[in-house]
């Protein structure tokens, strides 16, 4: 029993990262990683303020959620959302003032930010603190890793450098396009499709996988 | 009816606890956030009159000519002895939404610097302006602020004419350009009603002595003849 729970706590964290990656699969969320991932340390606080946002959110929710009406859910959901991004918020620009500015307008735009409200939504509203939790990171990393590969390579490309460090030989010529929106388009449906190459692929090993067990479960009973 | 009421409450009392959790968290960052603040404000000070010792505000006796830009706050910046000049934060908007500035004018109305503080163009174009490794000219290694320095106030500031624009961002060359051009003029007015300076004596008109000013060089001839007015 305790094992199942674990081993379903981890397949909650992997949805996030993966199965359902919010950007990737669920495609929800989409405008504000194509706006700050023009380079890689923007990409990575974005990640960041988002992951602690929801953490605290659903943790927050899934507490709380036999207090909260159903009729009033959503305006409480708001709320508790805008309460954690404002202290976000306060946070960055008191200890963290460059990146704070250079995120401007979109960490307040975190409370709007759709994969919060439909994970409070779909899952902690209805669920325990601790699967919450592990919905919460395994969706906040899941998110924080595609905005840092679509910012490296936006960086890379676009701009020479990596988190603000010179990588690229100095011959080499930006190709601007990949730092302008339609290269943030570019760059993340080719992310999209490599990712459902591999879902695809992994599903296959676990068919194969599933077949296989019997036979050798049978061999096993032979001997 | 009932379930309205109890409905309103029970958000109420939400709304209630996050704002107190709100309050908390202000009240600790509030000093940090300002002190950030300060401590910004006083390096690019710094930066522009590396003399400065001391500011003092006159943001409310500062106006814009111009109704496009807006002073955000302007400073005047002392050294131990006298005063240097004047630092103009001032902004306007660019190509993609506003742009802040800060501008420093010497006592003999020319620039002594001028700093990109907030500018959210198309990075690799207009962003240019605020990239300390973009050179409008090349071979002198002069980023697009820093072609401000050193002119005059009285200048044209004409993009294309006595200022080198960034290539394909003659929309942010042209709004930033106009900013650091109102900002002087604004500068101008003040030194000038304070009686600071030796760029416009009250009795001459503005062109001949604005020929001779570049001719004085430096903040230090400024100062002997702020002195030797009084």
């Not at chain 1, 929801?54 to 899934?62: C, K, Y």
């Not at chain 1, 080719?190 to 090993?205: P, Q, Y």
């Not at chain 2, 943001?59 to 000049?85: C, N, Q, R, W």
Request: net charge positive; glycine share 8%; hydrophobic share 50%.
């Amino acid at each position: 029993m305790k094992r199942n729970e674990v081993k379903n706590l981890w397949k909650i964290f992997k949805a996030g990262l993966v199965y359902e990656n919010p950007l990737l699969v669920l495609m929800i969320g989409i405008c504000s990683s194509l706006a700050v991932t023009s380079n890689v340390s923007n990409g990575l606080g974005m990640g960041l303020a988002m992951t602690f946002v929801l953490l605290f959110s659903e943790i927050f929710i899934s507490a709380f959620r036999k207090l909260i009406p159903n009729g009033a859910r959503l305006p409480i959901f708001i709320i508790i959302i805008a309460a954690f991004t404002t202290i976000v918020d306060l946070v960055m620009k008191a200890y963290f003032p460059a990146l704070s500015k250079s995120m401007g307008v979109f960490i307040p735009l975190i409370v709007v930010n759709c994969i919060i409200m439909g994970r409070v939504e779909a899952f902690s509203s209805k669920q325990k603190v601790l699967p919450s939790i592990f919905d919460a990171l395994g969706m906040g990393l899941g998110y924080t890793w595609v905005l840092i590969v679509i910012s490296a390579v936006r960086e890379i490309l676009g701009n020479g450098t990596f988190a603000g460090i010179q990588v690229m030989p100095a011959s080499y010529t930006p190709i601007l396009f990949f730092i302008l929106p339609p290269g943030g388009f570019l760059v993340f449906g080719l992310l999209m499709s490599i990712n459902n190459g591999i879902k695809s692929a992994m599903k296959k090993r676990e068919a194969l996988a599933a077949k296989q067990l019997p036979d050798q479960r049978n061999a096993k009973e032979n001997a | 009816m009932k379930s309205t009421v109890k409905l309103g409450l029970i958000l109420a009392i939400f709304a209630a606890a996050a704002c107190a959790s709100l309050a908390v968290v202000y009240q600790i960052t509030a000093p940090a956030i300002a002190s950030q603040e300060q401590d910004s404000l006083n390096t690019s000070l710094k930066e522009l009159f590396p003399d400065a010792t001391a500011h003092e505000d006159i943001t409310a006796a500062v106006t814009s000519g111009d109704e496009t830009v807006k002073i955000v706050s302007a400073y005047l910046v002392k050294s131990d002895m006298a005063p240097l000049g004047v630092a103009i934060k001032a902004t306007g908007t660019s190509y993609k939404g506003p742009a802040t500035l800060l501008v420093g004018v010497r006592l003999d109305r020319s620039i002594t610097g001028v700093r990109v503080l907030d500018l959210s163009d198309t990075p690799g174009l207009g962003g240019n302006a605020s990239n300390a490794s973009y050179y409008v000219n090349k071979g002198n290694k002069v980023t697009f602020p820093g072609q401000f320095t050193g002119k005059y106030i009285t200048d044209k500031f004409e993009v294309k004419g006595d200022v080198i624009p960034i290539t394909a961002a003659t929309v942010t060359s042209k709004a930033l350009t106009k900013i650091v051009k109102v900002a002087g003029a604004s500068a101008g007015v003040w030194l000038e009603s304070m009686a600071l300076g030796n760029a416009t004596p009250s009795a001459t008109s503005g062109a001949s002595t604005q020929a001779t000013a570049p001719a004085t060089s430096g903040a230090a001839s400024a100062e002997t003849t702020s002195g030797a007015s009084k």
